[in-house]
């Protein structure tokens, strides 16, 4: 018999037109089956499928097979998150537009996503920069204007001076535009800004339900959104009538999450854009050039923490809270944030390490207040490190001896009644952290924010039935900035309301808000009418299963969350979770390479020379050394890439699928190494070789039941129960052991039938069932590879379309044990027995095993001790 390698050159395309032409993953939206949701995050058209993609989309698609298995109706589309930056940056460094760069990058990715074998509905591809799609973009953020869910105010913005333009954040690399090298500067734009504080204790509240989330992402979200409970002070000015510039005022209200440690303030701290410093430096030139120092440092946070501490006294001072006599100095202070709390603070340096900074800095009194368990009050003394732990109160006036939360509720109630100006000192306030989300962006390549300014009526939306707003082909990228503002006519609109000439917003979308519902988007793409299908949504949402980077665990997750309760509250979804299942995939990574004059080398280029402790490479073309650096995240940079195109070309795609499968937990980094991918593409041939191998087996003679016949059902029920159960939870390197040991029974059950010619019916049945049982739990990951060995199974459906094998509980109860058997205390053989056999079995069992005769011999057996499915000792 011919035994042909498995082709999957030839293979593999004809089993993805045969899905295609049965239409086998489109989805319909009216099917009585229960749906099942599994999206991927989708990906932004940079021009080239990576293997991180591979990786992601591969997840997905075994657990969207797997489901559709089962009986669902499962809907796994894709997309296209089409609008951004590098489409401008290349129109600008290419002279090709932004659209045609970025459609002609969907069509070649399209190209090289197909060939993996995905199953999804092509039939709801979308991308995001296609009119259709941002159309209803623009309809939601009507409806969320005119729910109050949309604000315009003032912010900060990144300004290249010499560009003359906007910046994103990642645009400024230390302090300077990415362009022209200029120190950029910040500078206020009314900008429009999407309300997510107004959910902030919801969506923090909301994590706690999210249970089929990783907790690092919770923990992420938490951390993000910065819920604090704290109390509102206000501080009596002391000195305002001798302080050019503060006349009129009469208090300084302070946010602070420990009211305990009043006694400790030293200083007060206002942020430089905080009102007071603004009127202050007003009659103060040498604070007003202090103020336009500290803001060079820019409004990143990270910036903020590390730069030094530095301060301004302004002079004016304010009084104790506790004590009118006390009076404390007022700082403009760098680390103060103007959009936090109040934009002001009170320092207590010996508890907090910023005020602890700054105090040593600017000579201020350090007093401790709260003293950590265990240490002697009088000798307690601050040096380098604030202490922010628990402990009891001292130098607290009437706090001494408390805890410091019995100090903090004293404190709270204590202000709370107490009164100024004929309003209470103190407030319980829950602060956030989160701020407003900005969308603004002076960019041409988002989606146009649909507002139009009149000078008489002010800002009006566009009216619902103008929509889409377009943007405008005609547009060139030769000078910095935004071709919008200086397109000459696509601006010059009427107005809505009063039909006077007026001017479009020029301003376009942040992405983040295209893939802030792009999945509900999904549900019912062909909706012109409306962004959303009541019933689509209702059939379809939350997203059973949702797969990406752990980059996107915070904006783009709490994005979503908030666009999903904005949608909610203008009527377009009636659901507040988007995505009750989260899972975030590691990276993929791979060794990488530096010739001899230090230059990154591809690994194509590598031939590893032998393995093991001394592992060597050279250069396949000049035959030099390579060394052998650090494995990394896969990076054009270091060129430690692997083109799935190359991998798929050489082993197909089920290889590639498996290997990224196989290697490590879907959770972590998969290492990608070509002995791995060697690995892989022998178990496809193997898989193979078995199918052929089964499919030609005749039963010899023999009937009856036979034991090899029972032991490989077993194993293969076992594998059925094992590997559905890992494939829910997304174990799928589990599944991948659980395969192996699979195809191992069956191969040695195919042995034992050959060699022994013991091929009885009973024995080929097994092997038969267990094959197509092996091929059914690895379709999802191996598709093409399944199809071929069903085919060579003489099946004639499609296993894309086979139900999911059932496992029969009754193979999985262990009913037989295998005892060791010793003579004398020295092993001599082991004994296969029901797990409830009696004694006199076992002895019969053990006696008369061949090994135990010869060690017995012609002795005497004295005694023979049986530890019941332990061990059982003969002694002579
Ligand atoms: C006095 C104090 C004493 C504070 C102490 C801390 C430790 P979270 O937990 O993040 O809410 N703070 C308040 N507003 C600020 C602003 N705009 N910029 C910088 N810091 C600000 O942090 C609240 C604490 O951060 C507040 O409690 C305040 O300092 C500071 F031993 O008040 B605290
Ligand atoms: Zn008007």
Redo the contacts with the bound molecule.
């Keep these: 018999m011919t035994r042909e390698r498995y082709n999957p050159k030839e293979t593999e395309p004809r089993w993805q037109a045969a899905w295609e032409e049965k239409q086998l993953f489109s989805t319909s939206n009216d099917d009585s089956r229960p749906a099942y949701y599994v999206l991927e995050m989708f990906p932004y058209p940079s021009g080239r499928i990576h293997m991180g993609h591979v990786r992601n989309y591969t997840l997905g698609d075994v657990l969207a097979r797997y489901k559709r298995a089962k009986g669902f109706s499962v809907l796994h589309p894709m997309g296209w998150d089409a609008f951004g930056m590098p489409a401008e940056n290349a129109a600008m460094q290419n002279k090709v537009h932004p659209g045609e760069w970025t459609w002609a990058n969907i069509a070649s990715m399209r190209n090289q996503l197909k060939p993996i074998g995905l199953s999804l509905d092509w039939a709801r591809e979308f991308a995001t920069c296609d009119p259709s799609y941002y159309k209803h973009q623009q309809r939601l953020f009507i409806d969320f204007y005119k729910a109050g869910l949309v604000d315009r105010k003032t912010a900060k913005v990144n300004w290249d001076p010499v560009d003359h333009t906007v910046l994103a954040n990642e645009q400024v690399i230390d302090g300077r535009g990415w362009r022209s090298g200029a120190v950029v500067e910040q500078r206020e734009l009314t900008q429009w800004f999407l309300r997510i504080t107004r959910f902030a204790d919801q969506l923090d509240n909301a994590l706690d339900s999210l249970d089929r989330w990783p907790e690092k992402v919770r923990t992420m979200q938490r951390n993000w959104i910065?819920r604090?409970e704290?109390l509102l002070v206000r501080f009596a000015i002391a000195n305002a009538a001798a302080t050019p510039g503060a006349d009129g005022q009469r208090d300084l209200k302070?946010?602070?999450?420990?009211p305990d440690?009043l006694f400790?303030a030293a200083f007060i701290g206002i942020?430089a854009d905080h009102p007071l410093a603004r009127t202050l430096a007003a009659q103060n030139p040498a604070l007003a050039s202090f103020i336009a120092d500290i803001r060079k440092t820019g409004t990143a946070q990270e910036a903020i923490d590390k730069a030094e501490k530095r301060g301004f006294d302004t002079g004016l001072r304010v009084a104790h809270p506790f004590d009118p006599d006390w009076t404390l100095p007022v700082y403009v202070a760098n680390?103060?944030?103007?959009?936090?709390?109040?934009?002001?603070?009170?320092?207590?340096p010996?508890?907090?390490q910023?005020?602890l900074d700054f105090a040593r800095a600017y000579d201020l009194p350090v007093t401790p207040v709260v003293c950590p368990p265990g240490v002697e009050p009088a000798t307690f003394l601050i040096g380098d490190e604030?202490y922010?732990g628990e402990g009891q109160l001292i130098n607290s006036r009437f706090l001494d001896g408390m805890s410091a939360s019995d100090a903090y509720e004293e404190v709270a109630r204590r202000l709370e009644t107490a009164q100024l100006d004929g309003a209470a000192v103190g407030e319980r306030k829950v602060?956030f952290?989160l701020r407003d989300w900005g969308i603004s962006r002076q960019r041409y390549w988002g989606c146009p924010i649909p507002m139009i300014h009149c000078d008489a009526c002010g800002v009006q939306p566009v009216p619902v039935d103008q929509l889409p707003v377009t943007l405008p082909e005609d547009v060139s990228f030769d000078k910095p900035g935004n071709p919008l503002d200086r397109h000459p006519t696509w601006s010059k609109v009427d107005c809505p309301n009063c039909g006077a000439p007026a001017r479009r917003e020029t301003d376009t979308m942040d992405t983040f808000v295209d893939s802030s519902w792009y999945f509900a988007r999904f549900t019912d793409p062909w909706n012109a009418g409306a962004p959303t299908t009541a019933t689509a949504v209702a059939r379809f949402m939350p997203v059973d299963q949702y797969i990406g980077g752990v980059e996107h665990a915070i904006l783009h997750l709490l994005y979503s969350r908030f666009f999903t309760r904005a949608m909610k509250e203008t009527g377009h979804v009636d659901l507040e979770e988007p995505f009750t299942g989260l899972f975030t995939q590691g990276m993929v990574v791979h060794e990488t390479y530096r010739d001899a004059s230090g230059a990154w080398t591809e690994p194509g280029d590598v031939r590893i020379e032998s393995s093991g402790a001394d592992r060597r490479a050279i250069h396949v073309k000049t035959g030099e050394p390579v060394s052998i650096g650090p494995i990394e995240k896969m990076s054009k940079s270091k060129k430690n890439t692997v083109d799935p195109d190359d991998i798929i070309a050489a082993y197909g795609a089920d290889t590639a699928r498996w290997f990224m499968l196989s290697d490590s937990p879907p959770e972590r980094d998969v290492i990608w190494t070509d002995e791995g991918v060697q690995g892989a593409w022998r178990f496809v041939q193997r898989v193979w070789r078995i199918t052929q191998e089964v499919a030609s087996l005749e039963a010899g003679s023999g009937d009856g039941p036979s034991p090899v016949a029972r032991a490989l059902r077993k194993a293969a029920h076992h594998a059925i129960a094992a590997v559905s159960d890992d494939i829910e939870k997304l174990r799928f390197n589990r599944c991948v052991a659980q395969i192996y040991e699979l195809a191992n029974a069956i191969q040695s059950a195919i042995n034992n039938a050959t060699e022994s010619g013991d091929g009885s019916v009973d024995v080929v049945d097994a092997l038969r069932e267990a094959n197509a049982i092996l091929i059914q739990l690895l379709a999802p990951m191996m598709p093409h590879l399944a199809e071929s060995c069903w085919e060579a199974l003489g099946r004639k459906e499609l296993v894309a379309t086979a139900p999911w094998p059932v496992h029969d509980p009754a193979m999985l109860v262990e009913d037989e044990i295998t005892l060791p058997v010793q003579v004398n205390g020295k092993r001599r053989a082991d004994i296969t027995v029901a797990r409830d056999a009696d004694r006199a079995t076992i002895e019969q069992a053990a006696l008369a095993e061949d090994g135990v005769k010869r060690a017995i011999g012609d002795a005497a057996v004295k005694k023979i001790i049986i530890v019941l499915q332990r061990i059982v000792n003969v002694v002579i």
């Design positions: 910065g604090s704290g302070v946010y602070t999450t420990r440690t400790g942020a680390f103060v944030l103007l959009e936090y709390g109040t934009g002001a603070i009170f320092g207590c010996a508890h907090d910023r005020d604030a922010d602060n952290r």
